[in-house]
Protein backbone atom coordinates (compact mmCIF):
# COMPACT_ATOMS: atom_id res chain seq x y z
CA UNK A 1 0.00 0.00 0.00
CA UNK A 2 0.84 3.81 -0.31
CA UNK A 3 3.46 5.14 2.42
CA UNK A 4 3.86 8.08 4.40
CA UNK A 5 4.47 10.73 1.40
CA UNK A 6 5.98 14.21 1.60
CA UNK A 7 6.18 17.62 -0.40
CA UNK A 8 7.91 19.24 -1.42
CA UNK A 9 10.86 16.59 -1.61
CA UNK A 10 13.45 19.84 -1.79
CA UNK A 11 12.80 23.43 -1.34
CA UNK A 12 15.50 26.49 -1.50
CA UNK A 13 14.43 29.39 0.71
CA UNK A 14 15.91 32.68 1.47
CA UNK A 15 16.22 34.16 5.11
CA UNK A 16 13.07 35.53 6.24
CA UNK A 17 10.57 34.46 4.06
CA UNK A 18 8.21 31.39 5.26
CA UNK A 19 7.88 27.82 4.12
CA UNK A 20 5.14 24.98 4.18
CA UNK A 21 6.23 21.40 4.38
CA UNK A 22 3.52 18.97 3.73
CA UNK A 23 2.87 15.49 5.11
CA UNK A 24 0.14 12.64 3.75
CA UNK A 25 0.65 10.03 6.54
CA UNK A 26 -0.66 6.14 6.16
CA UNK A 27 -4.05 5.85 5.76
CA UNK A 28 -5.84 4.30 9.01
CA UNK A 29 -2.50 5.63 11.08
CA UNK A 30 -4.02 7.18 14.05
CA UNK A 31 -0.27 8.94 15.00
CA UNK A 32 1.54 11.48 13.08
CA UNK A 33 5.18 12.88 14.25
CA UNK A 34 7.27 15.44 12.56
CA UNK A 35 11.26 15.07 13.20
CA UNK A 36 13.86 17.01 11.62
CA UNK A 37 17.20 15.79 10.54
CA UNK A 38 20.36 17.76 9.98
CA UNK A 39 23.59 16.87 7.78
CA UNK A 40 25.24 14.10 9.66
CA UNK A 41 23.08 14.11 13.05
CA UNK A 42 20.40 12.52 14.99
CA UNK A 43 16.51 12.80 14.83
CA UNK A 44 14.97 15.57 16.46
CA UNK A 45 11.69 14.95 17.33
CA UNK A 46 9.54 18.47 16.60
CA UNK A 47 5.41 17.72 17.38
CA UNK A 48 3.15 14.75 17.88
CA UNK A 49 -0.40 14.27 16.96
CA UNK A 50 -2.27 11.93 18.27
CA UNK A 51 -5.93 11.15 17.12
CA UNK A 52 -8.20 14.13 18.39
CA UNK A 53 -5.68 14.47 21.61
CA UNK A 54 -3.91 18.02 21.92
CA UNK A 55 -0.35 17.84 20.12
CA UNK A 56 2.47 17.33 21.73
CA UNK A 57 4.55 20.53 20.54
CA UNK A 58 7.71 20.24 23.43
CA UNK A 59 9.89 19.71 20.56
CA UNK A 60 9.37 22.39 18.44
CA UNK A 61 12.16 25.04 18.47
CA UNK A 62 11.02 28.60 18.62
CA UNK A 63 7.61 29.95 17.78
CA UNK A 64 8.17 30.38 14.43
CA UNK A 65 7.67 26.80 13.76
CA UNK A 66 3.86 25.93 14.09
CA UNK A 67 1.77 22.30 12.51
CA UNK A 68 -1.54 21.50 11.68
CA UNK A 69 -3.22 18.12 11.41
CA UNK A 70 -6.37 18.35 9.65
CA UNK A 71 -9.24 15.64 9.65
CA UNK A 72 -7.19 13.33 11.48
CA UNK A 73 -5.10 12.89 8.29
CA UNK A 74 -2.80 15.61 6.29
CA UNK A 75 -0.51 17.43 8.56
CA UNK A 76 1.09 20.73 7.49
CA UNK A 77 4.62 22.30 9.42
CA UNK A 78 5.10 25.92 8.84
CA UNK A 79 8.41 27.77 9.34
CA UNK A 80 7.98 31.61 9.71
CA UNK A 81 10.61 33.79 8.64
CA UNK A 82 12.94 30.95 8.33
CA UNK A 83 16.83 31.18 9.55
CA UNK A 84 19.82 29.45 7.94
CA UNK A 85 20.04 27.36 10.85
CA UNK A 86 16.36 25.95 9.95
CA UNK A 87 17.98 23.66 7.38
CA UNK A 88 17.49 20.39 7.40
CA UNK A 89 15.93 17.27 6.49
CA UNK A 90 12.33 17.61 7.62
CA UNK A 91 10.68 14.18 8.28
CA UNK A 92 7.46 12.53 8.90
CA UNK A 93 5.94 9.85 10.30
CA UNK A 94 3.34 8.11 11.20
CA UNK A 95 2.24 5.05 13.31
CA UNK A 96 -0.94 2.99 13.34
CA UNK A 97 -1.59 3.26 17.34
CA UNK A 98 1.01 4.25 20.22
CA UNK A 99 0.39 1.09 21.70
CA UNK A 100 3.45 -0.73 22.98
CA UNK A 101 4.12 -3.40 20.63
CA UNK A 102 2.13 -1.82 17.89
CA UNK A 103 3.83 1.61 17.47
CA UNK A 104 6.17 0.81 14.73
CA UNK A 105 6.65 4.16 12.60
CA UNK A 106 6.96 4.40 9.21
CA UNK A 107 9.03 7.86 7.48
CA UNK A 108 8.44 9.27 4.61
CA UNK A 109 11.03 9.91 2.69
CA UNK A 110 11.13 13.64 3.76
CA UNK A 111 11.68 17.38 2.38
CA UNK A 112 15.12 18.98 2.40
CA UNK A 113 15.29 22.63 3.69
CA UNK A 114 17.57 24.90 2.53
CA UNK A 115 17.73 28.53 3.57
CA UNK A 116 19.93 30.86 1.82
CA UNK B 1 14.82 5.03 25.62
CA UNK B 2 17.06 2.99 27.46
CA UNK B 3 20.62 2.92 26.68
CA UNK B 4 21.94 0.22 23.33
CA UNK B 5 25.52 -0.83 22.71
CA UNK B 6 26.39 -1.12 18.94
CA UNK B 7 29.09 -2.00 17.14
CA UNK B 8 30.14 1.52 15.37
CA UNK B 9 30.65 -0.64 12.23
CA UNK B 10 30.99 -3.65 10.23
CA UNK B 11 31.58 -5.32 6.89
CA UNK B 12 29.68 -8.31 4.92
CA UNK B 13 29.68 -9.57 1.41
CA UNK B 14 27.17 -9.37 -0.74
CA UNK B 15 24.93 -12.47 -0.64
CA UNK B 16 25.70 -13.89 2.87
CA UNK B 17 24.43 -13.46 5.96
CA UNK B 18 25.01 -10.23 8.40
CA UNK B 19 24.29 -10.90 12.32
CA UNK B 20 23.77 -6.92 13.95
CA UNK B 21 24.48 -7.23 17.96
CA UNK B 22 22.65 -5.02 20.16
CA UNK B 23 23.55 -4.73 24.10
CA UNK B 24 20.69 -3.43 26.23
CA UNK B 25 21.67 -5.06 29.76
CA UNK B 26 19.29 -2.04 31.58
CA UNK B 27 16.05 -3.53 29.33
CA UNK B 28 12.93 -3.38 31.40
CA UNK B 29 10.33 -6.00 31.38
CA UNK B 30 8.10 -4.32 29.07
CA UNK B 31 10.82 -2.69 26.93
CA UNK B 32 10.24 -4.00 23.16
CA UNK B 33 13.30 -3.76 20.88
CA UNK B 34 13.01 -2.37 17.92
CA UNK B 35 15.25 -2.55 14.96
CA UNK B 36 15.24 1.18 12.15
CA UNK B 37 17.40 1.47 9.34
CA UNK B 38 18.53 4.78 7.48
CA UNK B 39 19.64 4.05 3.64
CA UNK B 40 21.95 7.06 2.00
CA UNK B 41 20.05 10.25 1.87
CA UNK B 42 16.80 8.32 3.04
CA UNK B 43 14.43 8.68 5.67
CA UNK B 44 14.93 6.34 8.13
CA UNK B 45 12.91 2.56 7.54
CA UNK B 46 11.35 0.15 10.41
CA UNK B 47 12.86 -3.19 10.01
CA UNK B 48 11.51 -5.28 12.62
CA UNK B 49 10.86 -5.35 16.64
CA UNK B 50 10.17 -7.63 18.97
CA UNK B 51 9.41 -8.32 22.94
CA UNK B 52 10.56 -11.95 23.97
CA UNK B 53 10.05 -14.42 21.06
CA UNK B 54 12.39 -14.22 18.24
CA UNK B 55 10.29 -12.81 15.10
CA UNK B 56 10.73 -12.95 11.36
CA UNK B 57 9.68 -10.64 8.44
CA UNK B 58 10.20 -10.37 5.41
CA UNK B 59 12.83 -7.78 5.65
CA UNK B 60 15.07 -9.43 8.79
CA UNK B 61 15.04 -11.81 11.28
CA UNK B 62 15.49 -10.60 15.44
CA UNK B 63 17.17 -13.25 17.82
CA UNK B 64 16.18 -12.02 21.43
CA UNK B 65 18.41 -13.74 24.16
CA UNK B 66 16.47 -15.34 26.71
CA UNK B 67 17.51 -12.90 29.45
CA UNK B 68 16.96 -10.21 26.98
CA UNK B 69 19.98 -7.71 27.68
CA UNK B 70 20.84 -8.65 23.59
CA UNK B 71 19.34 -9.10 20.23
CA UNK B 72 20.85 -9.35 16.67
CA UNK B 73 18.91 -8.49 13.73
CA UNK B 74 19.77 -11.30 11.02
CA UNK B 75 19.28 -10.41 7.36
CA UNK B 76 19.71 -13.58 5.71
CA UNK B 77 21.32 -12.57 2.28
CA UNK B 78 22.64 -9.59 2.32
CA UNK B 79 22.25 -7.15 -0.81
CA UNK B 80 23.87 -3.60 -1.80
CA UNK B 81 20.90 -2.12 -1.27
CA UNK B 82 20.98 -3.52 2.23
CA UNK B 83 24.08 -0.93 3.23
CA UNK B 84 22.84 1.68 5.53
CA UNK B 85 23.28 2.49 9.17
CA UNK B 86 21.25 0.20 11.64
CA UNK B 87 19.99 1.24 14.94
CA UNK B 88 18.81 -1.10 17.39
CA UNK B 89 16.47 0.89 20.12
CA UNK B 90 14.10 0.09 22.82
CA UNK B 91 10.82 1.20 23.16
CA UNK B 92 10.39 2.01 26.35
CA UNK B 93 6.61 1.47 28.06
CA UNK B 94 6.18 2.74 31.10
CA UNK B 95 8.10 6.46 30.31
CA UNK B 96 5.31 8.80 31.35
CA UNK B 97 3.32 8.87 27.72
CA UNK B 98 6.38 9.98 25.71
CA UNK B 99 7.62 6.84 25.04
CA UNK B 100 6.40 7.81 21.58
CA UNK B 101 9.86 9.76 20.46
CA UNK B 102 12.19 7.78 18.48
CA UNK B 103 15.79 8.84 19.54
CA UNK B 104 18.38 7.07 17.26
CA UNK B 105 22.35 6.39 18.88
CA UNK B 106 24.75 6.30 16.41
CA UNK B 107 23.85 2.74 15.19
CA UNK B 108 25.87 0.53 13.33
CA UNK B 109 27.04 1.25 9.58
CA UNK B 110 26.92 -1.92 7.71
CA UNK B 111 28.99 -1.80 4.27
CA UNK B 112 27.72 -4.81 1.48
CA UNK B 113 30.96 -5.95 -0.24
CA UNK B 114 29.90 -6.91 -4.02
Known amino acids: GAGVSQSPSNKVTEKGKDVELRCDPISGHTALYWYRQSLGQGLEFLIY????????KSGLPSDRFSAERTGGSVSTLTIQRTQQEDSAVYLCASSLTVLAGRNEQYFGPGTRLTVT | DAKTTQPNSMESNEEEPVHLPCNHS???????IHWYRQLPSQGPEYVIH???SNVNNRMASLAIAEDRKSSTLILHRATLRDAAVYYC???????????????FGKGTLLTVNP
Open chain 2, 26 to 32: TISGTDY
Open chain 2, 89 to 103: ILRVTNSGGSNYKLT
Open chain 2, 50 to 52: GLT
Open chain 1, 49 to 56: FQGNSAPD
